[in-house]
């Protein structure tokens, strides 16, 4: 007799990892869960590192509390047994937004003594997407260093560079683009970013 074979079962949803660590420029990982919540099909697992939520408070006006509502899935940065940190839970990647230097430094080394970094290892050995969007400057060489170091690996660095192009009139035209461009990379569209057109001079 043949024997039946098992049915593969797939997820409907796309699990994205936003983890936030305590570098300037918390801005952009709370964007990045606005827009998503509104994403049916995206589900995302928040973790924040204790220096993040010190900067929420410090660079906007959200409450920590009302930044966690916006995840569908929130995870404590101490918590190494969560499921974010097995290779066996299938997220299509993550994304640190910031990414503070000292976080790089243990991403490039596999120093995973955090979940944020666990996490992030994981998604590197399963060879997932990992963004990372560092928010230092100016960066000395062994910053340098870790960014190549990080990007040998399989890391993808994606620091918020202004788009000028887009002649942006305020701070969130910048940030709304950079997110938009990040989303790119996981091949979702929320309608953020200006697409490059070309110039409007005919070649003569």
């Known amino acids: 007799m043949q024997q039946s074979r098992p049915l593969l079962k797939r997820v409907n949803a796309v699990q994205l990892i936003i983890g936030m660590s305590g570098a300037s420029g918390v801005i952009y990982g709370i964007r990045l869960l606005e827009v998503l919540k509104n994403v ?71 120093y995973a003594d955090s979940l944020i970094v666990r996490a992030a290892d994981v998604i590197l050995k399963e060879r997932r997407r990992l963004v990372l969007i560092p928010r230092e400057t100016p960066l000395h060489t062994g910053h340098c260093e870790l960014l190549l170091k990080a990007s040998q690996i399989g890391a993808i660095i994606a620091p918020p560079m202004p788009a000028h192009y ?36 005919k070649e003569k």
């Open 40 to 110: 049916a099909e995206v589900q995302t697992h928040l973790v924040m590192s204790e220096s993040a939520k010190m900067n929420i408070a410090i660079e906007t006006e959200w409450a920590v509390k009302d930044v966690k509502a916006l995840a569908d899935y929130v995870h404590s940065n101490k918590d190494i047994a969560a499921t974010i940190a097995s290779g066996s839970f299938k997220s299509d990647g993550m994304i640190i937004a910031p990414c503070s230097i000292k976080t790089l430094s243990a991403i490039a080394n596999s």
């Open 166 to 201: 887009i002649k942006p009139q305020t701070i969130d035209d910048l940030v709304n683009h950079h997110v938009g461009r990040v989303l790119d990379l996981f091949d979702l569209d929320p309608g953020l970013v200006k697409r490059w057109s070309g110039t409007s001079n």
